[in-house]
Every structure is written in structure tokens, then in C-alpha cells.
């Protein structure tokens, strides 16, 4: 399993809001590292969405936005669009076994 | 902007050990040289992204505690690539293998990706 756990799986309607959530732990986002944000639309490459916890890549509209707060963190989508649906995945740092970079296991977000 | 290419085979048997090579191009400001991380990401068929590990341009390499112990990350800086090693390969080392460059810190975000390639291991 995945050292950052995020729900398999999260839905919602067009135009609502929706939160996907990434749990760590005390020896990586809770050690204050930070987090970035991955979209990987079916059949392509994943592209950056939120580096650094809450900053957004050029091109990126401002739908997306990042959190974090102890050892967890959050992507929100505002107004939910049907090209949102997408795999999105969570990304740190970890200070154990001489550290090592820590991904989510991903969560498929649906557009109802 | 820079470009990350993967190549190599696309299948290999099992224990055999699976070598990939990623050519970096781009302005002299993205090259391999330059003071950035490169990494090697894969995604079995139908699941997640796992970081495999990174190269600095020194050469100096972390790795997946995971996969410690067979994987390798080499850089060439004279051909502006790095590759990826990783023996004893089984079933479960089915994927599509990305190569990615971030920044100068290990706890920098990909930021540029390959098109990936998928490889198979076959009994």
C-alpha cells in the first residue's frame, strides 16, 4: 500500500465542489514537506497541478487549488467540469530510510 | 521547453533485467548537466504511479526502499541521457516506465514528463 493514502475514489455532479484528500504521516507531510498535485486524464501523461502544497503551474486554471494542514492535504476542484474527470495523485517527501520521494495511490474522480 | 524521451525494449523475460534509457533534449539550460533531479516513475496496467528513484547530474542516486537492491540510475552527461536498470524483473514489473525531470531539491514535484514506454515481462 501507499505511504500517502487518498480515497480510491470521489464523484460529483457539474459545477459542484469536490475535495480529494492525501493522509501522511509525521515523516513527511507532517514534517513539513511539501505537496504537489498530479492529473492524469485516461490514456495520457500525469501533468503537474499543484506544487508546493497550494501553487498552481501556468495554464492551470484557478479551479484547482491545494491545502495542507498537520500531516494531511487536500485538492479542491470548484465548479466541477466534465473534462475534469481524471486520476489525480498526491506527492511528497518522506525522511525515513534516507528519505525517498512518496506518491498517493490515486483517485479516480467522476463526473456524474 | 525541454523534451524526455524513453526507449527500450518493450519486452524482456522474467529475471532477465529490464534496461531503460532516457535522452533528454532541449536548450543547454535543460541538459542533463544542469541542476536538476531526473527520475524514473512507473504505472502498472490499471494502477497507480510508484517513483522507482532519481539521479542528480553528479550521479548521486536515492532509490524506492521497495525496489532497493535491484534497481540502478546512471546519468550520461556527454549523451544527455540516464538510464534505469532493474534486474530480476517478474510479472509485477509490468508497466509503463516514465522518465521526469523536477529541480534541484529532492522534494521538488515532476514537472516535465516522457511519453512513457510500456514494458512486458513475459514467463
Known amino acids: 500500500q501507499s505511504v500517502l493514502t487518498q480515497p480510491p475514489s470521489v464523484s460529483g455532479a457539474p459545477g459542484q465542489r469536490v475535495t480529494i484528500s492525501c493522509a501522511g504521516s509525521n515523516s513527511n507531510i507532517g514534517a513539513g514537506l511539501d505537496v504537489h498535485w498530479y492529473q492524469q486524464l485516461p490514456g495520457t501523461v500525469p501533468r503537474l497541478l499543484i506544487y508546493n502544497n497550494n501553487n498552481r503551474p501556468s495554464g492551470v486554471p484557478d479551479r484547482f487549488s491545494g491545502s495542507k494542514s498537520g500531516t494531511s492535504a487536500s485538492l479542491a476542484i470548484t465548479g466541477l467540469q466534465p473534462e475534469d474527470e481524471a486520476d489525480y495523485y498526491c506527492q511528497s517527501f518522506d525522511n525515513s530510510l534516507s528519505g525517498h520521494v512518496v506518491l498517493g495511490g490515486g483517485t479516480r474522480l467522476t463526473v456524474l | 521547453q525541454v523534451q524526455l524521451q524513453e526507449s527500450g525494449p518493450g519486452l524482456i523475460t522474467s529475471s532477465e533485467t529490464l534496461s531503460l534509457t532516457c535522452t533528454v533534449s532541449?536548450?543547454?539550460?535543460?541538459?542533463?548537466?544542469?541542476?536538476?533531479?531526473w527520475g524514473w516513475i512507473r504505472q502498472p496496467p490499471g494502477k497507480g504511479l510508484e517513483w522507482i528513484g532519481s539521479?542528480?547530474?553528479?550521479?548521486?542516486?536515492y532509490y524506492n526502499p521497495s525496489l532497493r537492491g535491484r534497481v540502478a540510475i546512471s546519468v550520461d552527461t556527454s549523451e544527455n541521457r540516464f538510464s534505469l536498470s532493474l534486474s530480476s524483473v517478474t510479472a509485477a514489473d509490468t508497466a509503463v516506465y516514465y522518465c521526469?525531470?523536477?529541480?534541484?531539491?529532492?522534494?521538488?514535484?515532476?514537472?516535465?514528463w516522457g511519453q512513457g514506454v510500456l514494458v512486458t515481462v513475459s514467463s
Open positions: 521526469a525531470r523536477s529541480c534541484s531539491s529532492t522534494t521538488c514535484p515532476f514537472t516535465h
Open positions: 532541449g536548450n543547454s539550460a535543460d541538459s542533463i548537466s544542469s541542476g536538476y533531479y
Open positions: 539521479v542528480y547530474r553528479s550521479g548521486s542516486a
